[in-house]
């Protein structure tokens, strides 16, 4: 990898975690969630920046072509994250389930309310 790719990649990782932690203070992500973008963005710059670190790992983990590693850990991170935000969607769903239910009851207490008041 040459000396200007490297300057390049690190470049695009630090933007990447600086928009990162952009959008955690304007409360547009959360921060466990920005945990896990965060910690690619780090190993990103850590592959970069340790020559020959990904062709290492792929060796010691017995893979032929360094790229299948990267293919299969990118998939496996994908499944990861989407693992996650379904977990997070489904405890959002329980959430609403449960608001809805209570305001229903508090509505049909506002009604009984009302008819005893006339």
């Known amino acids: 990898m040459t000396t200007t790719l490297r300057i390049v990649l690190i470049g695009i990782a630090i933007i990447y975690l600086w928009l990162i932690i952009i959008a955690v203070r ?3 992500m959360q921060a466990s969630i920005a945990t896990f973008w965060i910690l690619t963005g780090i190993l990103l710059i850590v592959a970069v920046v340790i020559p020959n670190f990904i062709e290492t790992i792929s060796n010691i983990l017995g893979f032929e ?11 496996f991170m994908a499944f990861c994250a989407l693992l996650y935000l379904t977990m997070l969607v489904s405890k959002q769903s329980k959430k609403c389930i449960t608001l809805i239910q ?3 009851i508090l509505k049909k207490k506002v009604e009984e309310l009302e008819k005893n008041i006339n």
């Open 102 to 104: 209570e305001i229903s």
């Open 26 to 28: 304007k409360r547009k």
């Open 65 to 75: 072509q360094t790229s299948n590693m990267v293919f299969c850990l990118t998939i």
